[in-house]
């Protein structure tokens, strides 16, 4: 048997109350799929629900590290494979790529 999940951590860019840009961490989303992970923090980008805490008045975009868990049981016993991938999501230019590639993943 199996089991999949996929999670998600990284950084929400958003517009500031007061003007300019700014990131800050993202909320973590756990999802059994890589679309329903992807539908999920689009929604938060949508909605503004992604954002961990920093009040942004609208968010822009994210840079999220996704981590893929396969857990296989053999003969009862958990093996598990982790691997990770960076994936880029709402509507960022060049100038805002490069802005959340400087930032730093913590794993």
Known sequence: M????????????GNLWGGGEGAYPMRNVIANSLDELLTKANNGISDGSLDSGMGFESLTGAM?????????????????????????????????????NELDFDI
């Not at 199996?2 to 860019?13: C, D, E, M, N, R």
């Not at 049981?73 to 709402?90: A, D, H, L, M, R």
Request: glycine content about 6%; overall charge negative.
């Open 2 to 13: 199996k089991i999949k999940t996929f999670s998600a951590s990284g950084y929400v860019l």
């Open 64 to 100: 999220m590290l996704i981590k893929e868990e396969t857990k296989t049981f053999i003969e009862g016993k958990p093996y598990i494979n982790t691997e990770y991938s960076v994936e880029f999501i709402g509507e960022l230019n060049d100038e805002q790529l490069d802005f959340l």
